[in-house]
Every structure is written in C-alpha cells, then in structure tokens.
C-alpha cells in the first residue's frame, strides 16, 4: 500500500510538475496583480482536479467502451511517460507538460488564464491524465489502493497549489538551475517507471506467448 502511493506520488509529481507550473505561472501573470494570481491559481487547481480526478474514476470505464484493453494502456502510457521523462532530464519543454509556443503566447492575451492553459494543460496535462488512468488501473479494482492513488493525486495538486502562491519566492529560491536539478531528478524516476509500463503491458499482451505458439 505504501509502496502504490509511492509511486503515484513520484508519477503525479513527475508528470504534474508542480515547480515548472510555478515557473510558467510566474512568467505568464507577470502584469497581474497578486489578488487576481491568486484568484486564478485557486480556480485554475480546482478545474485541474475535477478533471484528473473524473479521468481517475472513469477513465478505465470509458477505455473498456473503446475497447482498449488495460495492457495495450500499460504500453502506450509508458511509451508516453517515456518521452515526457526524457524532456524532463535534459530539461526540455514538453507539450505532455507544458504548453507549447502558441499556446504560451495566446494565454499572453488572455485576462484570464486559469482554465487555460493553467488548469490544462499546465497542470492535468496528457501526462497527468494518462498516469491517472493507467495508477488506477494497475490497482485492479483494489478500493484501498485506489483512494491511495487519489490521495497522492490530491497531495500533489495541494504542493502545485502552494507552488503557485509562493511562485515568485520559490524561483528566486531555486534559481534555473536547482529548478532543473529538481526537474531532472524525477524525470530519471519517472523514466524507469515507464519501461516498467511498458514491459507490464507487452507482457500482459499475450504477444510474445502468441509468437511462440505459432513458431512451434
């Protein structure tokens, strides 16, 4: 039990980004006055929440309507973690992360930016909704260890909230490089955590044993 929350911790942290969405955050309400940031780092938590949280609670339901099986979501989930690692330890920005150039730029001109591209997908970015998903999956319909997903979910999102408020004060602290010191740590975690996805779910896939029953 200690050892899922664990790891949905580290996976929510990694994919989530709590210091690189204060950082971004910083950047784009740099003109705003501390109020209105506030205001729109409450609703832009609250927003993200909603939406990671339904991804968690449906999102094995509506893949089972799609008929994708949790194994062909192991592999493509770890594929994808995969890549977002690998920006995050050569501190690249990431599209799984972060927002891209023309999103950076229209949330410039926006008064508000709280839904977007604060609630998503700065914050329940794709990363975030597929490792919600996928952690909920790899319960295997476990109650306990679902709420334990939710709450390292929940927990993060908390430290992204607190990150927001003291966004100015936590880059002054860091600086760009413990910024990246951060963010390439627990890119290499997340890096290994998605092979392992990645060989659950070619496992779980009946690919190989399939081969084998037809090479013999």
């Known amino acids: 039990m200690i050892q899922t929350a664990a790891i949905a911790f580290a ?16 950047a784009i309400t740099s003109n705003s006055k501390p109020a209105h940031r506030r205001a729109m780092a409450i609703k832009g938590t609250l927003v993200a929440t909603g939406i990671l949280v339904a991804f968690a609670l449906i999102g094995e339901a509506l893949l089972a ?16 973690l995969l890549l977002i690692s690998i920006d995050m330890v050569f501190a690249r920005s990431s599209g799984g992360v972060s927002t891209t150039a023309d999103e950076s730029q229209e ?23 597929g490792a ?19 709450a390292a979910m929940l927990a993060v999102l908390l430290i992204t909230f607190l990150a ?15 910024l990246h010191v951060v963010t390439r740590v627990f ?25 084998g029953t037809t090479l013999v």
């Open 11 to 26: 996976t929510f942290f990694a994919t989530i980004g709590p210091i690189d969405v204060a950082a971004m955050f910083t």
């Open 65 to 80: 309507y799609l008929g994708i099986s949790l194994a062909a979501l192991r592999t493509a989930g770890g594929i994808l």
């Open 107 to 129: 949330a410039k001109a926006k008064a508000d930016i709280s839904v977007f591209p604060l609630a998503t997908p700065l914050i329940a970015g794709p990363g975030a909704m």
């Open 132 to 150: 919600a998903i996928l952690l909920i999956a790899n319960t295997q319909g476990r109650f306990v260890l679902q709420l334990m997903v939710i």
């Open 164 to 178: 927001l408020i003291g966004a100015s004060y936590l880059q002054k602290l860091l600086g760009v490089t413990g």
């Open 187 to 211: 890119g290499v975690l997340l890096a290994a955590l998605a092979v392992q996805f990645i060989f659950d779910g070619i496992s779980q896939s009946g690919l190989f044993t399939a081969l």
